[in-house]
Structure formats: C-alpha cells, structure tokens
C-alpha cells in the first residue's frame, strides 16, 4: 500500500458534538494508512481543546461518555490504532462520533 495516497474520512457528530465543533458532519483528507488516532489529533486542532476533553479520558484512552463507530464497528476505548481505512482499496471511510448522556439512576 501507498502510504502516501489520501482517504477521504467523513466525519459525523451526533448528541453535543455538534454544539462543540459547530457542524453534524466534516470531511477530511488523511492519509491511507491513518489510524482513529491521527484522525482525533487532526479534529483536535481543528476544534480545541473543548473537543478534546469531551472525546477523550486521557491521553490513550476514549472518553466512557464516547463511541466512535469506523465504517460500521465500533472502536474500544483503548483502540486508538484502528486503522480508518480495512483493506488497500478503500478510497473512504466513515466515522461517526456520537456521545452519550451519562446513565440516569432509578
């Protein structure tokens, strides 16, 4: 594979992403060989700081109020390495980014 051949990653928020980054749906141009890492560095210089402590609980791992679906699977929280793209002809990839209201006690 080409490392440096480009995938096109739509990116979707659902819940109060939308409200922190100021759109339900972004397209973005990484590289083949990208992983949920790169992409979530990339989303954090676009939208601060403010994304960043929402989608993660520490550097390694994604927030439990957070799930990341790539192209239809969900990614463990621990799971930063997942690539975005799964075989050597996948031109695009869709992520989807939805949080989730923390669980109401009863």
Known sequence: ?????????TTRFYGLFGDVVGASRVEISML????????????KDRY???????????????SRFVELIVN?????????????????EQQEAVVNVLVLPPAAGG
């Open 1 to 9: 594979m080409n490392t440096t051949e480009t995938l096109s990653v």
């Open 32 to 43: 083949r060989d990208a992983t949920v890492a790169d992409l979530l560095h990339v989303l």
């Open 48 to 62: 601060g700081d403010r994304f960043w402590q929402r989608v993660m609980e520490d550097p390694t791992r994604i």
């Open 72 to 88: 239809g699977r969900q990614v463990a929280r621990d799971a930063l390495d997942t690539p975005l793209a799964t075989t050597d």
